[in-house]
């Protein structure tokens, strides 16, 4: 039974072979045969005249074209076999004929057809893969990468292409992940460890950033690309004290390096030395380093630019407490590292008769007014600032004022300590009673390694009242993810405050208020310039007048647009259940807008 079929496919094979000879003319093959081009392309061209379907024909004309080097001729032949019949064979010749005239589009466009016509075709995905990554449509080329790869799995190089492509698409976490998988395989490039260097970088992964390279330095040792490299993740991961060690030798043997020039800049602006990361700016400018200079720019813009614009936030709880405030403000940036800062804020605050908040004559609402300057200037690791301003309620009037010291030691520690005075704006009470409250705050902020990080904020206030108030927040976290669109962090909270003595003056003044909470903290990345960040948290809490422990929880979710933009607008929004606020509610809601323009 077999050799009948057989004999039935070879007729069949043989016959389509006769027809597609029959339609090209004898007289055209026999000029080909004796190399007399210009002879068959008359022949071939005049049977088409008259057979416009003739898609031999157009082949041989297409064939003849591009041996004579007449590009535009044999796509045009080719374009019209192919407008004949779909074929996956013709759409690659054109294709190919495309790639030769230097046109990557249109030659992508047709090995796409000739997929569609044959999916697996191994020499079509190829062709597919190169031709997308050369026409810079890097999902195409990621998609036929992939399909290679399920055909030769064993093929390291397609793993290596696909990593590239998938980060040039902005795909960082498939690019990280195809490029954990190819440097594990013997004799992998070790440009291809700095790759995934950058990538996990670019996504927020410091710590995985620098064991990419430890793991290059492990296996090629030092050089100076790994140590650039090294440099530019470090300034992107908020440790710019050690990338300047790093590039200072680096840009004094190569200072017109692009890529070091933009990793200074950015390491200069995240050490707030403004006048430094303008000179660097400007530098990368005047060596023509453009595209690079605006988007260090944005950096610069972003975290040492001047900024004016308005804030309303408010405040509503179950104790009938509203508070509701205007703060329009204004903040200068100067080349010599100081900072001009200008501000009005208006707070209208409103309680429910009998809640103990009214003001002492039982109005429900109060008013406080402040305007206000001052300055700061880095000294090294120090920065020293200072407010002054004048303050008024509906009946008194005082001088407020505000003093800042912050000590940076090191890329990972940061110390503050603050001194203010001025009206304890809590209540419509606490205004009426013209209470003044005199702060001290301290605060660090120390980064363990890059995967942990602890704050510490501490205060203590004595009110005009013969009170005072303290308080402490304790909150360690760890970075459990970094990838392209989400960055997750889990920690615990740790809030306590108090006050010597418990008095009816419009405030809550326990003598120990506690609550320990789970904090989950996930940051949303929509795009480079919107980002979403959400924080809640879970635990028990108690006062001094409570038998125990009952459960409270928060939560709060800040939307930013225009991250690194001009304009950045901030919109966020706060709950809280079953947790003692500042006037002594259970539950509370917050929320604000913030408008900035940034210069």
């Not at 040792?221 to 530019?232: H, I, L, P, T, W």
């Not at 301290?442 to 108030?469: C, F, K, P, T």
Request: charged fraction near 20%; proline fraction near 3%.
């Amino acid at each position: 039974m077999r050799l009948p079929i057989l004999a039935l496919i070879v007729n069949i094979t043989l016959a389509v072979d006769v027809v597609a000879q029959s339609s090209v003319p004898a007289a055209g093959l026999s000029a080909e045969g004796e190399g007399r081009w210009a002879d068959a392309l008359s022949v071939y061209r005049l049977h088409v005249g008259r057979e416009p379907a003739a898609v031999e024909a157009w082949l041989r004309i297409a064939d003849i074209e591009a041996r004579l080097e007449h590009r535009e001729q044999a796509i045009a032949a080719l374009q019209q076999a192919a407008a004949l019949r779909r074929d996956a064979g013709i759409l690659a010749q054109l294709s190919r004929a495309y790639a030769a005239q230097g046109n990557a589009d249109a030659a992508l466009q047709a090995i796409k057809g000739a997929l569609a016509q044959q999916p697996d075709a191994e020499d079509h995905l190829r062709a597919a893969a190169t031709l997308a990554t050369w026409a810079g449509d890097y999902p195409a080329a990621s998609d036929a990468y992939r399909r290679l790869r399920r055909l030769h799995p064993e093929e390291a190089a397609l793993t290596l292409a696909s990593a590239r492509v998938n980060s040039w698409a902005g795909q960082s976490d498939t690019a990280a992940a195809d490029y954990r998988e190819y440097v594990t395989t013997a004799g992998a490039e070790r440009e291809a460890w700095l790759e995934l260097a950058r990538v996990e970088s670019w996504r927020g992964n410091t710590a995985a950033a620098l064991d990419a390279l430890d793991g290059y330095q492990r296996r090629f040792g030092d050089s100076d690309a790994v140590s650039a490299e090294r440099a530019a993740v470090l300034a992107r991961g908020g440790r710019p004290r050690e990338a300047l060690r790093i590039l200072r030798p680096l840009l004094a043997a190569a200072p017109a390096d692009p890529a070091l020039n933009t990793a200074h800049t950015v390491a200069l602006a995240a050490l707030r030395r403004h006048g430094a990361a303008v000179s660097s700016l400007n530098t990368m400018r005047s060596l023509g380093q453009e595209a690079e200079a605006r988007a260090a720019d944005s950096v610069v813009r972003s975290l040492l630019g001047t900024s004016v614009g308005p804030s309303l936030t408010f405040y509503d709880d179950s104790d009938g407490l509203r508070t509701a405030r205007i703060a329009p403000k204004a903040d200068i940036g100067l080349v010599s590292d100081t900072r001009i800062h200008a501000g009005y804020e208006h707070i209208d605050l409103r309680a429910r008769a009998g809640s103990g908040l009214e003001a002492v004559s039982g109005a429900s609402t109060a008013m406080v007014d402040q305007v206000w300057a001052g300055l700061s200037q880095r000294l090294g690791a120090f920065t020293l600032g200072g407010t002054v301003g004048q303050s008024r309620t509906d009946g008194e009037r005082l001088t407020s004022y505000s003093a800042v010291v912050r000590f940076a030691p090191l890329d990972s520690l940061a110390v503050a300590v603050e001194r203010s005075f001025g009206f304890a704006a809590i209540s419509p009470r606490t205004v009426s009673l013209g209470l003044t409250e005199l702060g001290h705050r301290g605060q660090i902020d120390w980064m363990l390694s890059e995967r942990y990080h602890l704050a510490v904020d501490a205060g203590y206030a004595n009110l005009s009242d013969d009170n005072s108030r303290w308080t402490l927040f304790v909150s360690p976290r760890a970075a459990v993810a970094r990838t392209q669109r989400l960055n997750l962090d889990l920690g615990l909270l740790i809030h306590q405050f108090g006050a010597r003595q418990n008095l009816d003056h419009g405030y809550y003044d326990p003598r120990r208020y506690q609550y320990y909470a789970a904090v989950v903290a996930p940051y949303w990345k929509a795009s480079e310039n919107i980002g979403v960040a959400i924080s809640a948290g879970i635990g028990p809490q108690r006062d001094d007048a409570s038998r125990g422990f009952t459960l409270g929880m928060n939560g709060s979710a800040e939307a930013t647009f225009g991250i690194y933009r001009e304009w950045m607008l901030k919109v966020h929004g706060s709950a809280t259940n079953n947790r003692r606020l500042e006037s002594g509610a259970f539950r509370g809601t917050s929320g604000g807008v913030v408008l900035l323009r940034r210069f």
